[in-house]
């Protein structure tokens, strides 16, 4: 039986610390109980604490990992419902669906492209996780040699597809090293099914028909001790679909209801032919609540819409974005480039930066530590400040890299500059474009004076 708030707090170390960021240790023992920390953010909690608090601790849905090395990577774990109330965890894993009932160069040409998929976006990483291969001719051979075919091409995670407990001893044998996610046990396969993934410690789909048969086979397979699962409803159409994501959800969260403790995948590409209904199911379902999202295209134009999608619902909402503090090298700037500094959020060094390569006009930009805050934000916060600016300037060695003495400031604080030239008495303050859209003539007429 979970623990109460206060059955937590009596195993806490009472220190009130607040290295958790919460401000006593009844209040953090009151989240985790709720769900909403976790008990490592306790930095002072004895062994013998965690191994009582294990089950308190653990998240409502439990964190499933998929794959290996650097391809790696996880699912799960969330502990809120709607991501204002703290964040979501594992970003939403990208699936392309492949069979062998597909030809060569099909199968080439999508492996690639799923390869291929990966973009740097205000800078993260943004890429395609995982091949769902389908085996449709139900010929074992024919699916261990396509597995075996595919995973020489790929580093990517996999998903081998088959109910025939036969076959997927084959896919095993072919990629069972690579941590693959097995699809899928069923009421009818689970005992067979269960036993191929209990042998080597595998991710399994367990898939019901609706969510009382769901609830059903995820339970016996816990009681099999099968405990990296992921929930297949078994739903295909968009109305049916979405409410079990939402309830297997809510179930978990809410009702702390075991069985729906898990990760949850979705078939948007075995829901419609369409190709640009199935990308807006995919929207959909990323957004209410799948883990994994398994599509028929591994185009870009589907994937990166998606994955951009992705990154706006899992960013941190209480956490701004921020780029390091430092300067940076926009071209090859030597001893003439001009110098310009403006804040770290990533939004506003990713705009600037882009400006400044569009003007040709190699440059020096400094980016100052402004807890991640924009550039008037900053400002009105006291983090973009004379004084901050100053000494980021004086210890960030550029001094001993340019010939010139002066810095170009945003247009947007122009007040800040006879303060600023107080600061940095050796400096000549010059007042930027207020648009970053201005950036690239500014610096093309800076070069020519």
């Known amino acids: 039986m979970a623990l109460s708030g206060l059955d937590i707090f009596k195993l806490l170390p009472k220190t009130n610390c607040g290295e958790c960021k919460l401000p006593t240790c009844l209040a953090f023992a009151m989240k985790l109980a709720g769900g909403q920390a976790k008990l490592e953010e306790c930095p002072h909690v004895s062994d013998e604490a965690k191994a009582a608090l294990a089950d308190a601790a653990a998240p409502p849905i439990a964190e499933v990992i998929i794959g290996q090395g650097a391809k790696e990577f996880k699912t799960g774990a969330e502990l809120v419902l709607f991501r204002h109330e703290k964040r979501f965890v594992n970003p939403t894993g990208m699936a392309v669906l492949i069979s062998d009932a597909m030809s060569d160069d099909e199968v080439k040409a999508k492996v690639e492209q799923a390869d291929k998929d990966a973009w740097e976006r205000v800078g993260q990483h943004l890429e395609v996780k995982m091949l769902a291969v389908k085996c449709e001719s139900g010929d074992a051979g024919k699916f261990k040699d396509l597995l075996t075919k595919v995973n020489g091409m790929t580093e990517l995670a996999l998903m081998p597809m088959t109910e025939d407990p036969e076959v997927m001893k084959a896919a095993v044998e072919a990629v069972g090293d690579k941590n693959p996610l097995l699809y899928c046990a069923t009421a009818a396969n689970l005992e067979a099914m269960g036993a191929i993934a209990k042998e080597k410690n595998l991710p399994l789909v367990v898939r019901g028909?609706?969510?009382?048969?769901?609830?059903?086979?995820?339970?016996?397979?816990?009681?099999?001790?099968?405990?990296?699962?992921?929930?297949?409803?078994?739903?295909?159409?968009?109305?049916?679909?979405?409410?079990?994501?939402?309830?297997?959800?809510?179930?978990?969260?809410?009702?702390?209801?075991?069985?729906?403790?898990?990760?949850?995948?979705?078939?948007?590409?075995?829901?419609?032919?369409?190709?640009?209904?199935?990308?807006?199911?995919?929207?959909?379902?990323?957004?209410?609540?799948?883990?994994?999202?398994?599509?028929?295209?591994?185009?870009?134009?589907?994937?990166?819409?998606?994955?951009?999608?992705?990154?706006?619902?899992?960013?941190?909402?209480?956490?701004?974005?921020?780029?390091?503090?430092?300067?940076?090298?926009?071209?090859?700037?030597?001893?003439?480039?001009?110098?310009?500094?403006?804040?770290?959020?990533?939004?506003?060094?990713?705009?600037?930066?882009?400006?400044?390569?569009?003007?040709?006009?190699?440059?020096?930009?400094?980016?100052?530590?402004?807890?991640?805050?924009?550039?008037?934000t900053a400002w009105a916060a006291g983090k973009f400040v004379p004084d901050i600016i100053a000494k980021f300037i004086n210890t960030s060695g550029i001094a001993d890299k340019v010939n010139h003495r002066k810095l170009v400031i945003p247009g947007y604080v122009a007040q800040i500059s006879g303060e600023l030239d107080e600061e940095l008495t050796n400096w000549e303050v010059l007042i930027g474009p207020r648009e970053a859209a201005d950036i690239s003539a500014y610096l093309r007429n800076w070069s020519a004076s």
């Open 209 to 376: 028909d609706g969510l009382d048969s769901l609830a059903e086979v995820s339970e016996k397979a816990t009681g099999m001790e099968l405990k990296n699962l992921v929930l297949d409803p078994g739903t295909r159409n968009l109305k049916e679909t979405l409410e079990a994501l939402i309830a297997i959800r809510r179930g978990a969260l809410n009702s702390k209801f075991k069985p729906f403790g898990f990760p949850t995948i979705a078939f948007p590409c075995e829901e419609t032919d369409d190709v640009y209904f199935e990308g807006a199911l995919s929207g959909i379902y990323i957004a209410k609540y799948a883990d994994i999202v398994v599509t028929s295209e591994a185009d870009a134009w589907m994937q990166y819409p998606l994955q951009v999608e992705i990154q706006n619902i899992y960013t941190d909402p209480q956490k701004p974005m921020a780029v390091d503090a430092k300067f940076y090298e926009i071209g090859t700037p030597g001893p003439d480039s001009p110098v310009l500094v403006t804040t770290n959020f990533s939004l506003t060094y990713f705009i600037v930066s882009g400006e400044i390569e569009a003007s040709k006009v190699d440059s020096w930009l400094g980016i100052v530590d402004s807890e991640g805050q924009s550039v008037l």
